[in-house]
């Protein structure tokens, strides 16, 4: 007779965004990941002050990669400083 196993959802692929709350209260999110680096893979890792950032930012580890997602990543923070807001609609929306 077959077993009646459950199904289980499977895992997710790619890094998971880990919650951290320090001493004060505040909760970061850090997303460790692996990234060539000098002939070598080394493991690093990023802390996001949100959840949505940090989210977003594992999917492109998975998809373009990491190498493209800090590049991406870099891009986008030099553009924050620089005035530009990416979390508002308009910005997503516009062509």
């Known amino acids: 007779m077959p077993s009646r196993r459950a199904r289980i959802a499977p895992l997710p692929q ?11 209260g ?7 990941y692996r990234i060539p680096r000098g002939g ?8 996001f002050e949100s959840l949505p950032r ?4 594992a999917r492109l580890l998975v998809d373009p990669g990491p190498v ?8 986008m923070l030099a553009a924050e400083a620089r005035g530009i807001d990416f979390t508002t609609s308009a910005n997503i929306d516009s062509p």
């Open 14 to 24: 790619g890094p998971i965004p880990i919650p951290h709350t320090s001493a004060a």
């Open 26 to 32: 505040l909760t970061t999110w850090k997303v460790r």
């Open 40 to 47: 070598k893979i080394v493991e690093t890792s990023r802390t």
């Open 54 to 57: 940090a989210a977003w930012f």
């Open 68 to 75: 493209e997602a800090e590049a991406i990543l870099e891009a």
